[in-house]
């Protein structure tokens, strides 16, 4: 009796570490299939200290325009404006700016600002950090608040780009859709 138990006992023993084996195999085979997936999408870049793609270290900061502005779709009762028109940055530092919005109703009103960039090909080269666009603004009847908006342009800015637009459209979130899709 003790021996086709042994026997029984041997042979999950064998199977057992083979399972384990295949495991840490199939582990093993997903770092250089991990590898591959992040130089495919560019997922876990190396960054430079200051946050650039490390291909994009190397490039010198330039001089660059950031030009403001700000629109309000139609109907919405808000006043939407930069403090300042024109602000004069170099590629690579933080530039920090300032809107301010007020509600010229005598009603509670939610809104969404989306921003847009001219030239287009700049979109991709502006990385806000602090921005009130990020989510919906209630505001009272009235009320007037003042929003930082802090970013950086990137030093692979296109070289024939020394000036770039940053507006905002402001829309009016519909009652009932506040707090969604922010």
Request: with cysteine; glycine share 8%.
């Amino acid at each position: 009796m003790a021996a086709p138990l042994a026997s029984a006992n041997l042979a999950l023993l064998r199977r057992l570490t083979l399972a384990a084996l295949l495991m840490f195999a199939f582990a093993w085979g997903l770092i250089p299939l991990y590898r591959v997936i992040c130089e495919a999408t560019g997922l876990n870049r190396v960054v430079s200290a200051d946050g650039l793609p490390k291909e994009q270290a190397g490039l010198s900061a330039r001089p660059v325009s950031l030009v403001l502005d700000a629109t309000t779709e139609a109907g919405l009762p808000w006043q939407v404006r930069p403090l300042t028109r024109l602000v004069a940055g170099r590629t690579g530092d933080f530039i920090q700016l300032e809107y301010e919005i007020t509600n010229n109703s005598n009603r509670r009103v939610v809104g969404q600002a989306i921003p847009r960039y001219l030239p287009a090909e700049a979109a991709a080269h502006v990385r806000k950090l602090e921005c009130f666009c990020f989510s919906q603004q209630a505001f009272s009847p009235g009320e007037t608040r003042r929003f930082p908006v802090v970013l950086v342009i990137d030093k692979a800015l296109p070289a024939g780009v020394d000036s770039v637009t940053l507006g905002y459209t402001v829309y009016e979130v519909p009652s009932g859709q506040e707090g969604r899709g922010s």
